[in-house]
């Protein structure tokens, strides 16, 4: 059983423990993709595209909130604790947040805010 359910049945009311993004489960889902990461062979992948995502994780770091406050909640309004929306929608974000970035890249002007 859920252990959001079996809480909140017992106390007749929500029990949101594990809807924060401190709460253990979501500590758990970073630590296995922490240790994805960490074996994976490498030396399979092609230097070039691990040096362009490289070169995109500021930008990523800076525009991935706005994007899912803009897209993902008013878009798609998917309950953020919804385990699609957490495991799907994180490669999502992550996805459009490198193309997203990348695109700021190529543009003239704007290619200075970004890093």
């Not at 423990?17 to 240790?35: K, P």
Request: hydrophobic residues 55%; proline residues 3%.
């Amino acid at each position: 059983m859920d252990y959001t359910y079996c809480m909140s049945i017992n106390a007749n009311m929500l029990i949101d423990h594990l809807f924060d993004y401190t709460s253990l489960l979501s500590v758990f889902l970073a630590v296995s993709v922490f240790l994805l990461i960490k074996n994976i062979s490498w030396d399979k992948l092609n230097e070039k595209s691990v040096a362009v995502l490289a070169s995109c994780t500021m930008g990523v770091y800076l525009i991935h909130i706005q994007i899912k406050y803009t897209i993902f909640n008013t878009i798609f309004p998917f309950a953020q604790t919804n385990l699609i929306y957490r495991i799907l929608g994180t490669f999502c974000l992550y996805i459009l947040s490198i193309i997203i970035v990348l695109l700021i890249k190529k543009m003239p002007i704007i290619n200075k805010v970004v890093p």
